[in-house]
Nanobody, 121 residues
Framework: QVQLVESGGGLVQPGGSLRLSCAAS????????MGWYRQPPGKQRELVGT???????MYADSVKGRFTISRATAKNTVYLQMNSLKPEDTAVYFC???????????????WGQGTQVTVSS
């Protein structure tokens, strides 16, 4: 089994920064990609961005130029650096990963439990 554990959420003022982390653990053979989604209050979950095993990143238009996804491959960890935060970035942020496990040798999709980010003065 695989677990994704996020950390780093909290309350920040507009214009501030936060860094989220997501560590994958368990019977991991290979990580295909990792990424971040968010769910604002009363809205549907939306993609923030992803990073592939080769390091290719992609971002939603709403966060381009402000958010950066990076990874520490040896630690099976992905980061989301969020700068110039706006009130509309307030949401529960979820880590997501496509992982090949040792047991199944197939790619399955996993979710973290989510971490709250609140941008408010």
């Amino acid at each position: 089994q695989v677990q994704l554990v996020e950390s780093g959420g909290g309350l920040v003022q507009p214009g501030g920064s936060l860094r989220l982390s997501c560590a994958a653990s368990g019977s991991i053979f290979s990580i295909v990609s990792m990424g971040w989604y968010r769910q604002p209050p009363g809205k549907q979950r939306e993609l923030v961005g992803t990073i592939t095993s080769g390091g290719t990143t992609m971002y939603a238009d709403s966060v381009k130029g402000r958010f950066t996804i990076s990874r520490a491959t040896a630690k099976n960890t992905v980061y989301l650096q969020m700068n110039s935060l706006k009130p509309e970035d307030t949401a529960v942020y979820f880590c997501n990963a496509n992982i090949i496990t040792i047991a199944t040798v197939r790619t399955d999709n996993y979710w973290g439990q989510g971490t709250q980010v609140t941008v408010s003065s």
